[in-house]
């Protein structure tokens, strides 16, 4: 049986295997490993209780109503705006995680595996690497939500720069995609890539939104987050409720991923291959709140 962390809306294991989305939000769910996080040094344990749970949601896609009042989850760095998320289909995410990807199950194994009798990591190495790895999957998760919303409709838009939720220091900017409308036929198409992808030329390389899944549109899917003065648990409890904050996002799907940063070989675990290269990747995409 699915987890219930990710599956939180009870759909049975066959539903749940062909949701469009799965792959890409399992990522995006935070196990509550919190001692990992602070066990590998990426949150100091010498910071106060308030200070180490403002610092964990560098590591957090989602917040949940320990950190904000919302209905379910919220998006923990929207904040009054509307956004895009490019959602990657299964398969594509299947494909990173099989050219090196982390996952939450894979960083934990490598923590747990690498721990001394007393529960502590043994080398400075094993800490950066698991840094690392925990990093990157936040900056190649958060290079998929972007500023600002574009649809798929039928006018036709040049390339169109949009910025990420992914932090470049040695840039000093959030990085980019690019997204444009081209004619397909009588209709038009949605594309998207990476800066990596547009900078090295092949800005007509993009990766195509997905129409339908399994038969279903999933076109322009429409959301909001709002977060209240408390947490609106039933119709009984609304009364009182103000929204103190609200996003909108549109959703797409897209068969392809985002990278945040040039893959090496064609692979994403080169980046923590030795602790000079954990170093540079961590001065440079450092993630922030």
Same mark, same amino acid.
């Given at each position: ?18 949701? &469009? ?35 964990? #949601? ?43 990807? &982390? ?106 939104? $997905?129409?339908?899944?399994?038969? #279903? ?14 947490? &609106? ?16 996002? $549109? ?5 392809? $991923? ?24 961590? #001065?440079?995409?450092?993630?922030? #709140?």
């Amino acid at each position: 049986m699915m987890d219930d962390q990710y599956n939180p809306y009870g759909y049975s294991d066959e539903a749940w295997e062909q949701n &469009p989305y799965r792959a890409f939000y399992e990522l995006c769910m935070f196990p509550g490993s919190e001692e990992l996080v602070k066990g590998c040094g990426l949150v100091s344990q010498a910071l106060s209780t308030e200070e180490q749970k403002s610092a964990m #949601k560098k590591c957090r896609i989602f917040t949940n109503t320990d950190y904000a009042n919302g209905l379910d989850y919220n998006v923990q760095f929207f904040n009054n705006y509307h956004y895009t998320i490019f959602v990657p289909t299964n398969d594509a995410i299947k494909d990173a995680i099989a050219k090196g990807l &982390p996952t939450w199950e894979d960083i934990e194994k490598d923590y747990n595996s690498h721990c001394n009798s007393e529960g502590n990591l043994q080398t400075s190495e094993d800490s950066l690497r698991i840094q690392t790895k925990i990093t990157y999957l936040t900056n190649f998760i958060r290079n998929h939500f972007a500023d600002s919303s574009v649809f798929a409709d039928n006018s036709e838009v040049e390339d169109k720069e949009m910025v990420t939720a992914s932090y470049d220091s040695d840039n000093e900017r959030f990085c980019k995609i690019h997204v444009d409308r081209i004619k397909a036929g009588d209709k038009t198409k949605l594309r998207v890539c990476d800066d990596e992808t547009y900078l090295n030329g092949d800005k007509n390389n993009k990766i195509e939104t $997905v129409d339908e899944v399994n038969g #279903k549109d999933v076109r322009n899917i429409l959301a909001r987050d709002v977060s209240c003065n408390k947490i &609106p648990r039933d119709v009984a409890a609304m009364e009182g409720i103000r929204i103190d904050a609200s996003s909108a996002a $549109v959703i797409h799907v897209i068969d392809g $991923v985002l990278n945040h940063t040039a893959l090496v070989n064609g692979r994403h675990d080169s980046t923590w291959q030795s602790k000079e290269s954990c170093k540079r990747y961590l #001065k440079r995409y450092g993630a922030r #709140k």
